[in-house]
């Protein structure tokens, strides 16, 4: 299948630091991407919907200014999560939607996870 | 948008045994897609299944689809220990986004 990669897999900042967090599409071109959140035991939380040249849209409730979402290309989204605080410590996912694929497949990445120290 | 309902939300079996989890969601979709995801790691797409299509396997795989009752279930044969994961419905209207239920927890005891 499609594959999606996410880097870094594992990140530690300091609070007040942003840090990014990348995902790619390595075989396919993914006007839409998604980013999700998942606190331990918990499920997946979609944070926003990223869309190739345009601002992403943000879920309810979740800070746009505090994650900045980049869709500079086809194969490349990109979460920055400013002035981070040690709340946002959390594991962070994107997926992709291969649009040519059967059925509109959205494909994960590895997930990254974030501590804020 | 919408969620997908898993049904049980933990289930428990002897390797060898088969696994059956349910899905079930609320409008009309596109189509529905099954997820893995093992702890602290990533989604990995399991398999995809039309609207117009009624069951679909893939290798140990079987996922069925009643459009007319909004469900599906996705059937795990001969289980192993590695398939000790959680399970996701993605029940997908056409270009929408895929909004998780709270999943079913499968352990497979060796």
């Known amino acids: 299948g499609a594959v999606v990669s996410q880097h870094p897999s594992r990140v530690i900042c300091k609070s007040g630091t942003s840090v990014k967090i990348e995902c790619r599409s390595l075989d396919f071109q993914a006007t839409t991407m998604f980013w999700y959140r998942q606190f331990p035991k918990q499920s997946l939380m979609l944070m926003a919907t990223?869309?190739?040249?345009?601002?992403?849209?943000?879920e309810q409730g979740v800070e746009k200014d505090k994650f900045l979402i980049n869709h500079a290309s086809l194969t490349l989204s990109t979460l920055t999560v400013t002035s981070a605080h040690p709340e946002d410590s959390s594991f962070y996912i994107c997926s992709a939607r291969d649009f040519e694929g059967p059925g509109n497949t959205i494909y994960f990445g590895e997930g990254s996870w974030l501590t804020v120290v | 948008s919408q969620q997908g309902e898993e049904d049980p939300q933990a289930l428990s079996i002897q390797e060898g045994e088969n696994a059956t989890m349910n899905c079930s969601y609320k409008?009309?979709?596109?189509?529905l897609q099954w997820y893995r995801q093992n702890s602290g790691r990533g989604l990995v797409h399991l398999i995809l299944?039309?609207?117009?299509?009624r069951e679909k396997h893939s290798g140990r795989l079987r996922v069925t689809l009643d459009t007319s009752k909004k469900s599906s279930s996705l059937l795990i044969t001969a289980s192993r220990a590695a398939d000790t994961a959680s399970y996701f419905c993605a029940p997908m209207e056409y270009g929408n986004k895929l909004v998780f239920g709270a999943g079913t927890i499968l352990r497979v005891k060796s």
């Open positions: 990223s869309n190739e040249g345009s601002k992403a849209t943000y």
């Open positions: 299944i039309r609207s117009n299509e």
């Open positions: 409008t009309s979709i596109n189509n």
